[in-house]
């Protein structure tokens, strides 16, 4: 069974910019959650998909968002990119939600110039 | 607000010996919780899962205890290998005052396994 996977794993930006990331989740999985890493902040949660619906928010601006296709695969989209955006982006898929098993995908880095 | 904490923060121990890594949160209204591993600049692992209702899980050398009452987990780490270095994190699952799930991660215990 294949794991979850991140497009791309790395990514240099410059201020201003936008980006969009993927996460493909595990075959038959619904929830998919997204994690920024950041040294100083550990694993910070960005937001939750289940079912093309964002189920769970946390607390980041409007800058970051994401959505979720009819196969489960989900998109997160940062605009307006800031130096503070550089991080690990993490996405984790499980069959409903945190009451179930995370997977994690390998990440992807991002770089903001 | 659920906080979860791992001390030590980082963890020297020569290759062989058992060692025992430390998980508390703050909130013992949880659902689950669980262990990862993570390698430098790599994604997360899951060891072990726990749920609310049990004591403990076992996978190989690993061992993972649960004492919701006081707010506790333990990561029990037997005859360690080199292969074992790693960040180890723990995620508590609750229910937030929204109602919604949350998974809140501690910041991890940096574990050396010195050859």
């Known amino acids: 069974k294949a794991g979850v996977t991140q497009t791309p794993r790395y990514l240099i930006k410059t201020r201003g910019q936008q980006v969009t990331l993927s996460c493909s989740p595990i075959?038959?999985?619904?929830?998919v959650s997204w994690y920024q890493q950041t040294p100083g902040q550990g694993l910070q949660f960005l937001f939750e998909y289940f079912s093309e619906t964002q189920r769970n928010k946390g607390n980041f601006p409007g800058r970051f968002s994401g959505r979720q296709f009819s196969n489960s695969r989900s998109e997160m989209n940062v605009s307006t990119l800031e130096l503070g955006d550089s991080a690990l982006y993490l996405c984790a898929s499980s069959l409903d939600g945190s009451y179930n098993e995370q997977f994690f995908g390998p990440g992807t880095r991002l770089t903001v110039l | 607000k659920q906080e979860v904490t791992q001390i030590p923060a980082a963890l020297s121990v020569p290759e062989g010996e058992n060692l025992v890594l430390n998980c508390s949160f703050t909130d013992s209204a949880i659902y689950n919780l669980q262990w990862f591993r993570q390698d430098p600049g790599k994604g997360l692992t899951s060891l072990l899962l726990?749920?609310?209702?049990?004591r403990e899980q076992t996978s190989g050398r690993l061992n993972a205890s649960l004492d919701k009452s006081s707010g506790r987990s333990t990561l029990y780490i037997a005859a360690s290998q080199p292969g074992d270095s790693a960040t180890y994190l723990c995620a508590v699952g609750s229910t937030s005052n929204f109602g919604n799930e949350k998974l809140t991660f501690g910041t991890g215990t940096r574990l050396t396994i010195i050859p």
């Open positions: 726990i749920q609310s209702s049990q």
């Open positions: 075959s038959g999985h619904r929830s």
